[in-house]
């Protein structure tokens, strides 16, 4: 054996190099993660907001679903109207907060909710042309013209007129409401 050729016991095993971490190495890239973080945050705090605040609507649909399974049924459609107007009771509207905050400042309780202080657009006492008109103006697509008619006749018509009402006309009414209660516009 040759003394100049070196032997494999004579190799030393190379150290590795040093793992690259992967946190970011420069300012701009943590000031990009920490805004990416509180984008996906406040995006997940709105839409949680909203998906409470949609309650009502969820609620109303689950209701207007069983109706109209039993849309034959003459109390199913007596309650049709009865439906559309806790969905608009219901929906969330801008509280007026100079009064309350006022009050509150002063280290008075705030005032009674009373009809003075309900909002102006609330459908609590609405009917007729003020029903329709609150309908259409909170509805993406038109209504019918005749739709609050319609509701009237549903609430307060013989259980005869009822009964003669074509099934077509009976499943046109649910599908309206339906509509309305999915795509009515809240501006709260």
């Known amino acids: 054996m040759n003394p100049a050729i070196p032997s494999i016991d004579q190799l030393k095993e190379m150290a590795l190099p040093v793992p690259v971490s992967y946190a970011p190495q420069t300012w701009g890239w943590w000031a990009l993660l920490t805004l990416l973080i509180v984008t996906l945050v406040v995006t997940g705090a709105r839409r949680y907001r909203q998906w409470r605040r949609d ?3 969820r609620e109303a649909l689950v209701r207007l679903e069983e109706l109209q399974q039993r849309s034959n049924d003459l109390s199913a459609l007596r309650e049709l109207p009865e439906l559309l107007k806790r969905v608009a009771i219901s929906m969330p509207y801008a509280k007026p907060v100079g009064a309350s905050l006022l009050a509150m400042a002063s280290g008075q309780s705030p005032p009674p909710l009373i009809a003075s202080s309900l909002p102006q657009d609330s459908p ?3 009917g007729k042309e003020d029903w329709q008109a609150f309908l259409q103006r909170h509805s993406k697509q038109p209504l019918p013209v005749d739709f609050s008619q319609q509701l009237s006749l549903l ?4 259980d ?10 009976r499943q046109q009414l649910f599908s309206t409401c339906k509509t309305w209660v999915e795509r009515h516009h809240v501006a709260a």
């Open 124 to 126: 609590a006492g609405l």
């Open 155 to 158: 609430a307060y018509a013989p």
């Open 55 to 57: 309650r009502y609507r």
């Open 160 to 169: 005869a007129t009822l009964r003669a009402m074509p099934n077509e006309q």
